[in-house]
């Protein structure tokens, strides 16, 4: 188990590190201003799906009914052609009402601003075409218990990114966030094709193809699974996406409000996403796919056990990560923000809204294990109502606090609801199972780490304050 979560941690953190190179670059020569805001936005609506896709909903489904039909071949390239032509279609719909979806993505953007802003969505937006190949890919190679090209794939994303703003970056701002949203296209083939060199080299896409080839007249035997797999689906995004649902409600809240708001909570956001990302989903990626098989073979006990491990592992990493995070936000975001364009000011209105986001570090990351518990056992519309409650008290707070605190009352709402998303995950785990993994004497050292971490945070924060 540890050793799959260290090499998707591993990987992720190569990409992070590579992110928030990205990001340094993008305010330094960027800035906070309209013109980021307008990239964010464009990358906004891919990047949404994205997250739902490759951290979620279609993993979550696929994996369990992937493991549980006796058709696989066919099963999987029924299910990639029903995506691949719908998101195909999908992207072309976008390109042609570019305007329209730019409206519904920043509606407080002014007309001219939405003109300039929907051709960066168009391009954006085919992203998600190559980004659900990639998806589809690295759940078959999940399922063979290799994670390592996926974790390190991302990476590509983000060097694109960094060199587009280094080949542009004594170009108009308008130049600079254009070449950006076509390195994004280059950045998703290459993962693509990463991907493919993988599957091939584990003898995947044999399978793949065989599976064209028994189509037509095997089809019918799949009826079932596919019918099962769709009625999970729908429920899977809901239940896997509330943060990222979140954090785009944010967004779009933000455009409201004055001018650099949307680039604060963005880079906020991408700092909170480094310890999830980081801990949180590369220990729920990486226990899945064994989850599911201890569940399909009824195998409670030794489930249940692995989940025991990931929550202790992952409670110890998140308490480490919140305090220091909201203790030396200011200090973070100095250090990776704070230059060129970006002003001192904005260093502050940044390091507020990441206080705030972190607030919500450990019921978040927490969730995401218990989720799991509830997809391996194909319970995926009990999940979605759960967050559909979460995301309902995510928009009232958000409305409620926005108008008092700005966008910091934005990233705090989103916090708060990620303490009823804990709740109510834990509720359908089951309250009683739940107290048991807490009677443990692991609960002790977790007060002594939280206790060692905030008071050598504040030595050190005085002590870099002297």
């Given at each position: 188990m540890f050793k799959s979560i260290f090499t998707n941690s591993f990987g992720i953190l190569t990409s992070r590190i590579l992110g928030f190179v990205r990001d340094m670059l993008q305010a330094s020569i960027l800035g906070a201003n309209?013109?980021?805001?307008?990239?964010?936005?464009?990358?906004?609506?891919p990047n949404l799906f994205r997250r739902i896709f490759a951290e979620g909903a279609f993993t979550q489904s696929?994996?369990?009914?992937?493991?549980?039909?006796?058709?696989?071949?066919?099963?999987?390239?029924?299910?990639?052609?029903?995506?691949?032509g719908f998101l195909v279609l999908f992207s072309a719909f976008v390109a042609l009402f570019s305007n329209f979806f730019t409206k519904?993505?920043?509606?407080?953007?002014?007309?001219?601003?939405?003109?300039?802003a929907a051709p960066l969505v168009a391009i954006n937006f085919n992203y998600l075409i190559l980004i659900f190949i990639v998806t589809f890919l690295a759940s078959l190679l999940q399922y063979k218990n290799h994670f390592a090209t996926t974790a390190f794939s991302t990476a590509l994303l983000n060097i694109a990114l960094i060199g587009a703003l280094l080949y542009s970056q004594d170009e108009t701002p308008k130049t600079i966030v254009y070449n950006m949203s076509y390195a994004v296209i280059i950045g998703g083939l290459m993962q693509v094709v990463v991907h493919v060199i993988a599957a091939y080299?584990?003898?995947?896409?044999?399978?793949?193809?065989?599976?064209?080839?028994?189509?037509?007249?095997?089809?019918?035997?799949?009826?079932?699974?596919?019918?099962?797999?769709?009625?999970t689906f729908g429920a899977s995004v809901l239940g896997s996406s509330t943060a990222q649902i979140s954090a785009f409600l944010d967004g779009w809240l933000a455009s409201f409000l004055f001018a650099g708001s949307i680039s604060y909570l963005y880079y906020a956001n991408r700092i909170f996403q480094f310890p999830l990302a980081l801990f949180a989903i590369a220990t729920s990626v990486a226990i899945f796919p064994k989850v599911s098989r201890f569940l399909k073979n009824n195998n409670d006990e030794k489930a249940h056990e692995m989940l025991q491990k990931s929550f202790w592992f992952l409670s110890y990493l998140l308490t480490i990560a919140t305090v220091i995070g909201i203790i030396f936000s200011d200090e973070i975001v100095w250090l990776l923000y704070e230059r060129g364009a970006f002003t001192a000011v904005d260093s502050a209105n940044t390091s507020m809204i990441l206080s705030m986001y972190l607030v919500g570090l450990i019921p978040f990351g927490l969730s995401r294990i218990f989720s799991l518990w509830l997809y391996a056992k194909q319970r995926q519309k009990e999940?979605?109502?759960?967050?559909?409650?979460?995301l309902g008290v995510n928009i009232v707070l958000s409305l409620a606090l926005i108008y008092p605190f700005k966008a910091a009352g934005l990233a705090l709402a989103s916090s708060l609801s990620g303490f009823i998303l804990?709740?109510?995950?834990?509720?359908?785990?089951g309250m009683g199972e739940f107290l048991g993994i807490l009677k443990d004497k692991k609960i002790?050292?977790?007060?002594?780490?939280?206790?060692?971490?905030?008071?050598?945070?504040?030595?050190?924060k005085g002590f870099l304050n002297l």
């Amino acid at each position: 188990m540890f050793k799959s979560i260290f090499t998707n941690s591993f990987g992720i953190l190569t990409s992070r590190i590579l992110g928030f190179v990205r990001d340094m670059l993008q305010a330094s020569i960027l800035g906070a201003n309209i013109y980021t805001d307008i990239f964010i936005v464009a990358f906004k609506l891919p990047n949404l799906f994205r997250r739902i896709f490759a951290e979620g909903a279609f993993t979550q489904s696929f994996l369990p009914s992937f493991a549980h039909t006796k058709q696989k071949s066919v099963f999987s390239v029924s299910i990639f052609l029903k995506f691949f032509g719908f998101l195909v279609l999908f992207s072309a719909f976008v390109a042609l009402f570019s305007n329209f979806f730019t409206k519904i993505i920043a509606s407080g953007f002014s007309a001219e601003t939405i003109s300039e802003a929907a051709p960066l969505v168009a391009i954006n937006f085919n992203y998600l075409i190559l980004i659900f190949i990639v998806t589809f890919l690295a759940s078959l190679l999940q399922y063979k218990n290799h994670f390592a090209t996926t974790a390190f794939s991302t990476a590509l994303l983000n060097i694109a990114l960094i060199g587009a703003l280094l080949y542009s970056q004594d170009e108009t701002p308008k130049t600079i966030v254009y070449n950006m949203s076509y390195a994004v296209i280059i950045g998703g083939l290459m993962q693509v094709v990463v991907h493919v060199i993988a599957a091939y080299k584990l003898h995947l896409l044999k399978i793949f193809i065989g599976g064209f080839h028994g189509l037509k007249t095997k089809s019918s035997r799949i009826k079932k699974d596919v019918t099962k797999f769709k009625s999970t689906f729908g429920a899977s995004v809901l239940g896997s996406s509330t943060a990222q649902i979140s954090a785009f409600l944010d967004g779009w809240l933000a455009s409201f409000l004055f001018a650099g708001s949307i680039s604060y909570l963005y880079y906020a956001n991408r700092i909170f996403q480094f310890p999830l990302a980081l801990f949180a989903i590369a220990t729920s990626v990486a226990i899945f796919p064994k989850v599911s098989r201890f569940l399909k073979n009824n195998n409670d006990e030794k489930a249940h056990e692995m989940l025991q491990k990931s929550f202790w592992f992952l409670s110890y990493l998140l308490t480490i990560a919140t305090v220091i995070g909201i203790i030396f936000s200011d200090e973070i975001v100095w250090l990776l923000y704070e230059r060129g364009a970006f002003t001192a000011v904005d260093s502050a209105n940044t390091s507020m809204i990441l206080s705030m986001y972190l607030v919500g570090l450990i019921p978040f990351g927490l969730s995401r294990i218990f989720s799991l518990w509830l997809y391996a056992k194909q319970r995926q519309k009990e999940a979605a109502k759960i967050s559909a409650i979460s995301l309902g008290v995510n928009i009232v707070l958000s409305l409620a606090l926005i108008y008092p605190f700005k966008a910091a009352g934005l990233a705090l709402a989103s916090s708060l609801s990620g303490f009823i998303l804990f709740y109510l995950t834990i509720k359908k785990f089951g309250m009683g199972e739940f107290l048991g993994i807490l009677k443990d004497k692991k609960i002790f050292v977790l007060l002594g780490v939280l206790v060692f971490t905030v008071v050598l945070s504040l030595v050190v924060k005085g002590f870099l304050n002297l």
